[in-house]
Every structure is written in structure tokens, then in C-alpha cells.
């Protein structure tokens, strides 16, 4: 167990070849290595087999998250090249057209406060305060005639993940495709990947094999792309992301739990959603703020039985996290089988399956 604490320990070659560049043509025709803690049996699927795993009176939870442009391509008062990436989604100002954001600068020489940026004929932001480790405090200005949101969604990119390298950034299909098809409440700067392989007709299949259906919201933050730069993974400092769950869903995963239905998970977001709002009694409750849970081998799962997840970077949070649940070596072993077997990872890679 102690090697388990060690950031080495979660190390792991993946060839370049590996990493998904495009999604595949369609969501649920993605592959599912599916993997059977009980038995340590091991399958090679497609996602749409998963309504095969599910059964009656077992709950399928959700992040309902939505990608917003958070990348905003715009130019300093030098006439120079300056990208500002929002850390959060902004809450317009019916009064001022004017609100403070957080945010990062990508420009050959960051801009002092004072300085402003123009990023559209609509859309401009003047720095106001440097916080410390690359972020910014901003206040972006814009047309109150036209609204923010439909300005973000203008002028702004998806910010795809630093792994996706390919020329010209983000691409009209990166704002179909880098999006659940239930995605809902803008406020992420990175998909909840899971959920991109369920389509409209994979989850109406879903519910008619009688599978209910819950919605939370985790806001996915930057901190999710954030290395973990400590030997001893404990050391870590974990990012807060804000999340939501109504009592309406609470009350139905509970429900679920008590009748001896499975609670499936859809991506480590969920999982650390649902964790976090029973830490205390063991019942999920009705929860909105700041998560700051951190899962690491040793955590005792109180909601969820199995998850859907994709394959995570190395040494990151997230593979700490699917460690926890199915255990470090177990992962890894996985994880050379799915190289070996061809499998795309990360964002729009393939998909896995842990069972209890």
C-alpha cells in the first residue's frame, strides 16, 4: 500500500499513436474494455454493449456540465497576439455590462495591470490584478445589447485539453463533439469526456431496459489539467470545483441505493460529486458549493458501485482516483493491455468499465 502514495508508482508509457486526436465517428461506437473487479475478468467491447451491463432498477448518474468558450483570441493596445482563457464562467451584469473574471494570459509578454486587451468589436478586458501563479483578475467589458453569452459564443473557442495538438485549435465539430449531448449548465473549461460517448439513442435504449436516469452538475475547472508536482501524492493540494445536486436527485440515488439497485457513475466528476455529498452521514444530500474531495487509495466508496470512465494521464488525480476504486496495479495492467489492444486515450479516446 505505501508504494501507493508514491507519484512514480502511477507512472505509465503510452505511445503517441495512442492519444485520440479526432472522436470517433460516432459516440457510442467507441470502444469499452470492461473490467470485472470481482471475477478480474477482462472484456473488449464497444460502448454501445454497455445496455447489455446495465440492469433493471439500476440508476445511471450523469454530469450535466457544459463546455463553455473559454479561450478568447484578442490582441494587446501593442497591436501583439494575446489569448485570455477564463477560469470560470462569467455572470453577466444586467446593469454595467461589465463584470471581474479570473483568468489566464497567453501573450510574449504578459500584460501589466492597466493594460487591455481587445478580443472582439463587442468584447474587451483591461488587466486589473495579477494573483499569482500565471492568473489574473480581469474585468471584461461588453455589449449589453447583445448579451455575453451569445458574445462567448461568437467570439470564443473551446479550450480543448493541451494533448489535443493539432493545427488551428479548436474546430466547429470540437463544439458538437466536445459536449455531452445532455450537457446543460454552462460552467466547465473541460468536458466530463465519460458522458461523450452516450448518444440520444444509446440512452433511450438505456431507460427502456428500465435504468433511471440522475443529473448532477460538477463545473469541471482547470485544475483538472493541473501535474501533480509532489513525490508523495498525499502532499498534493487538491483543486475545488463547484458542484450541484437537487434533492430531487438525491432523494432518487438514495432510493436506488435502499432497493439494491447499482449506482453507476459516469466519469470521475460524478464520482467525486456523489462522494463528496455524503461524506458525513454515507446518503447523498442535497449539495451546492465548492468540492474539494481528494481520492486516493484507502478512500471508502459510500454511493457508487460501478463507473464508467475513459483512460487518464499519467500521475494525475483522476488515475489516484480509478486506483482507489479498482486498485493501482490492477489499473495499470489494464492499461498496458488496452496499449497493447489499440485502444485511444484521454479526451476523445475509448472507454472503461469497472464492475464491482
Known amino acids: 500500500m505505501q508504494q501507493d502514495f508514491t507519484l512514480k508508482a502511477y507512472d505509465y508509457h503510452l505511445p503517441p ?30 460502448f454501445s454493449d454497455l445496455v447489455d451491463l446495465l440492469q433493471a432498477g439500476d440508476l445511471l448518474v450523469v454530469n450535466d456540465t457544459r463546455v463553455f468558450p473559454a479561450r478568447l483570441p484578442g490582441r494587446k493596445e501593442s497591436g501583439g497576439k494575446a489569448e485570455v482563457f477564463l477560469l470560470s464562467y462569467p455572470r453577466e451584469s444586467e446593469e454595467k455590462g461589465e463584470i471581474t473574471a479570473t483568468a489566464l494570459i497567453k501573450s510574449s509578454k504578459r500584460p501589466r495591470p492597466g493594460s487591455s486587451i481587445l478580443i472582439s468589436g463587442e468584447l474587451s478586458c483591461t488587466i486589473l490584478e495579477d ?8 474585468a471584461l467589458r461588453y455589449d449589453r445589447g447583445r448579451g455575453l453569452t451569445e458574445i462567448l459564443g461568437a467570439c470564443g473557442q473551446i479550450p480543448l485539453p493541451p494533448y489535443i495538438a493539432r493545427d488551428g485549435g479548436s474546430t466547429e465539430e470540437d463544439r458538437r463533439r466536445y459536449q455531452t449531448v445532455y450537457a446543460d449548465r454552462p460552467g466547465a473549461v473541460a468536458a466530463p469526456t465519460a458522458g461523450l460517448h452516450f448518444s440520444e439513442e444509446l440512452l433511450a435504449k438505456v431507460e427502456a431496459k428500465g435504468v433511471r436516469i440522475a443529473r448532477i452538475t460538477l463545473h ?99 488515475l489516484f482516483l480509478v486506483s482507489a476504486l479498482c486498485g493501482r496495479e490492477r489499473l495499470l495492467h489494464c492499461y498496458r493491455e488496452a496499449i497493447d489492444q489499440g485502444y485511444r486515450f484521454y479526451s476523445y479516446g475509448d472507454a472503461m468499465a469497472i464492475l464491482k
Open 131 to 138: 494573483l499569482g501563479e500565471g492568473q489574473v483578475k480581469i
Open 220 to 318: 469541471v475547472g482547470y485544475g483538472t489539467f493541473a501535474p501533480v508536482r509532489t513525490k508523495a501524492i498525499l502532499e498534493h493540494t487538491i483543486h475545488r470545483e463547484y458542484i450541484h445536486i437537487s434533492q430531487e436527485n438525491a432523494d432518487t440515488i438514495n432510493m436506488v441505493r435502499r432497493q439494491g439497485g447499482k449506482v453507476w457513475a459516469v466519469g470521475t466528476t460524478t464520482v467525486r460529486a456523489l462522494e463528496f455529498a455524503a461524506r458525513e452521514s454515507g446518503r447523498v444530500t442535497a449539495t451546492e458549493g465548492w468540492c474539494d474531495l481528494y481520492i486516493v487509495p484507502g478512500h471508502r466508496f459510500q454511493v457508487i458501485d460501478n463507473l464508467i470512465t475513459n483512460f487518464h494521464l499519467p500521475q494525475s488525480s483522476l
Open 17 to 46: 499513436e495512442n492519444i485520440a486526436q479526432h472522436p470517433a465517428d460516432r459516440r457510442e461506437e467507441s470502444r469499452l474494455f470492461v473490467l470485472n473487479q470481482t471475477t478480474d475478468g477482462r472484456e473488449h467491447r464497444r
